[in-house]
């Protein structure tokens, strides 16, 4: 988000994973994510953004919200090993270890040390659960 509120731009990878955890982690309606992103993206196309967040919120004519929801630890590990990006745009992790960068909170906690950063606002299992069995709800309900 510092990227795009920066920027006015963010890489295709990262739209994903964010709009995935703003839906499916967090469980806010993807119409809130769009026009924010809409209102930011030097690069926004109503169609791309739209359909985009329809595609990771799983409302779409596609909708698999079981392939749809990316941990972003596990992203981080596999598109940023090193944190070169979260350093870049997160200074204040810039003394986490590279093995450690994308959980900083445990490094912190391993090696009694207080960072300047929040703590993690969600647990991805425990929401990525509890957004799976909404939409077994909703799938029963229908």
Not at 106 to 126: F, M, T
């Amino acid at each position: 988000m510092r990227q795009l509120n920066a920027l006015g731009w963010m890489h295709n990878r990262l739209r994903m994973i964010t709009a995935s955890f703003l839906v499916k982690d967090l469980l806010i309606d993807w119409r809130d994510g769009e026009s924010y992103f809409m209102q930011q993206l030097i690069d926004g196309d109503l169609a791309a953004n739209n359909g985009g967040w329809q595609w990771a919120a799983s409302t779409g004519t596609d909708a698999a919200p079981y392939f749809r929801t990316f941990n972003p630890t596990t992203q981080g590990e596999r598109f940023d090993p090193q944190g070169a990006f979260i350093r870049h745009y997160l200074p204040e992790l810039a003394e986490v270890p590279d093995s450690d960068i994308n959980q900083p909170q445990l490094w912190a906690a391993k090696n009694h040390k207080k960072l300047d950063y929040p703590p993690p606002i969600v647990e991805h299992k425990s929401a990525r659960k509890k957004t799976l069995d909404a939409f077994e709800r909703a799938k029963s309900a229908a």
